[in-house]
């Protein structure tokens, strides 16, 4: 059984391998459309990076102090455009986001 585990690691470390090129680029769109449904709040882009799927949107608005009606519209929005997963109550994007997400931001708080 160990055998099988190990071979199955190999597999999937060369599949990794050959795929970093296509996920790299798919990321990058991803990002680039987050940046544009994000727009230029930093209080937002603070609000996606806790959407890992662990926080209830309540959650969210609490540690950030974000208003009910704008956290709910970024995740109408986010959902829209497929960036997080169907779960609206603990939202959490389907591709990881950068811990540097918040450095494309110059500070504003809207």
């Known amino acids: 059984m160990s055998e099988d585990t190990e071979l199955l690691r190999e597999i999937r470390d060369l599949l990794r391998l050959v795929a970093e090129p296509a996920l790299a680029e798919r990321d990058k769109k991803l990002r680039a459309l ?3 449904v994000v ?4 209080l937002k882009a603070q609000a996606v990076l ?3 799927g662990t926080r209830s949107q309540a959650d969210i608005r609490k540690d950030l102090a974000i ?3 704008a956290l709910s519209r970024l995740v109408k929005a986010l959902r829209e455009t497929a960036l997080i997963e169907p ?3 603990h939202p959490k994007t389907v591709f990881p986001v950068p811990a540097n997400f918040l450095e494309a931001f110059s500070g504003d708080n809207g």
């Open 39 to 42: 727009g230029a709040s930093k």
């Open 87 to 89: 779960d609206d109550t």
């Open 67 to 69: 208003d009910k009606g």
């Open 34 to 36: 987050l940046l544009q």
């Open 50 to 52: 806790l959407m890992d």
